[in-house]
């Protein structure tokens, strides 16, 4: 159980309606993760959090593959295991491989044990990386 | 000033010495950072860490360039000053822009952001995730 | 299971029989929650995290559910699960409304996220803040 | 130096630029700190971000003082110091006291002390706070 | 569920069975922990993480049993269960008492706590400390 | 600077000049370190932290000097500059090599790239390790 309900559609403000409405369309499905169902208590945080989420991961000067990539690399190094499990799943459907997956860990674990190297013998800044 | 000291080329074993030459003949150039003369006081680690990068971050199911976001990403989620700056230029030697920059750091953030929205209100993985 | 036995009351030594009396009757409960259940396998370490708790907690500068709207931010921050269930329950109990934990989390997150803006573009300090 | 440059008034893009116009209004200073001359490479990220904070740091349910409270635990917490020095003076700003800044700190340091105690033991949660 | 499939024997290919013959002969025990069949997916990740896990917490400057309490302190650092867990278990494996663990945690928890002491209020380092 | 004052020994309160004689009493020296000048500026947190510290870092089931690389261990985990600096002195102090200093962080890079393996991978916990 989360700290908070997770609504219902029957439970939603008109706001957060709304907003369920443009998840739904802007994913093709009628199906809404629970994220969004325990945001919908606080319309404004669920609205800022959609608009920001559909505006960060839309393609840009990267493309989506790579963006969700970079969310599971954050959501392993924080350990947050709903973030870690969505975005998986976000991942594969837009074409991350098994392979991929084993790289990418690989890369997140790599930079986690060299940024306590690092910080633990307090290397200071070479000239040439400022 | 690191915590152990920077060794120069003429403080290195012969077993630094030879890692440091891999190092120099792998990136075709003379210069070593300070993160390897540091870790040259460990032989035995210093050489395992060489080998672990070259290895894990060449080509493979995911390209470089994506390797080099990936590990900025996780450095600037634990606030690693020196592998920020020094993945930050070597993303840049491989081709990323300030545009990618700022949109590699805008998923970070928004990443950071809901990690702690799903974990502080607790929200229970959907099955679809599973 | 956790890692040491929970205790229960008969398996207490005198020591920390005298810390749960205490919990009891500050608390004005005779629920003693899981936490201090394992902290009683060292009787200091749970009378030194006990009188801590019970100083830092108290009415002072900052008001008690302030304090505890600030335990629940580092909690969701660091993803400690016990500790966020606790901590909210707490909070509720001093008065916390779902509008207000709604809030809160917003504030994390948000604070998130821009920790991780600021340090992964390393923005250097104003002078005007320092 | 930041990894981007700081955008003085004449380096702007008329996007960027509005934003600018909008902090100082709404602070009534002329000064905007080096956070966001740095999003200002990408305004697209300036202006959510800005717009996002103006919103999450509003009176609400929340006094802005607490917000800022909030603010300085987090920032603690992940070590931000640009973020630290920053909300800081934002606090002191809204009235926080050296004795109101030293119990928050005490929070923080007590939660996140806590958090590895309830972590590192496996404390299971108790059905009370479910 | 992992995000990948737990290999049985019967699923490896011979890369990573040779890594399993190694584990098993190590250690001197069928037993093969799901970590590695989670790794053995990139037969590639198994060996080196293998081959340095086994490196690293071998007899040293430092013995086994103190290697083993400081891989906890890290796990419970980053409330990673799987590794707080599984390393609880090893150290107990060569000699940890509860007594020990107790106090391990209480280091682990005074550490995180000063830690945020320290950044929170940006004491600077005693010229005596570099 | 700090976001407090350091405060020299003829700013001190009462209470907190009697933490300061026990600190000079029990470490046989002069000097006081800034994490204590800056502590005093709430003599009720100096003295709770000072007297925990005293008392977690004593001989016990574990030798100081183990507590001490724990601390390290911690610190270059979280990336407190001031703990890593301050702890490691004191673990030199108490008989450390630059070995043995090697080895510790050669545990604690790998405990954090295993801790993200195993959370990335959502590794489920074997029933031997419950």
Known sequence: MSTVPLLSDEDLSPAARAVFDDIRKTRN???VNNFWRALANDPVLLKRTWDSVKEVMAPGAL???VKELIYVAVSATNNCEYCIRSHTASARAKGMTDA???ELLA????ANETNRLANGLQVPVDEAFR
């Open 29 to 31: 499905t009628d199906f």
């Open 100 to 102: 991929m997956l084993m």
């Open 63 to 65: 493309d989506p593959l």
């Open 107 to 110: 890369v997140v674990g790599m």
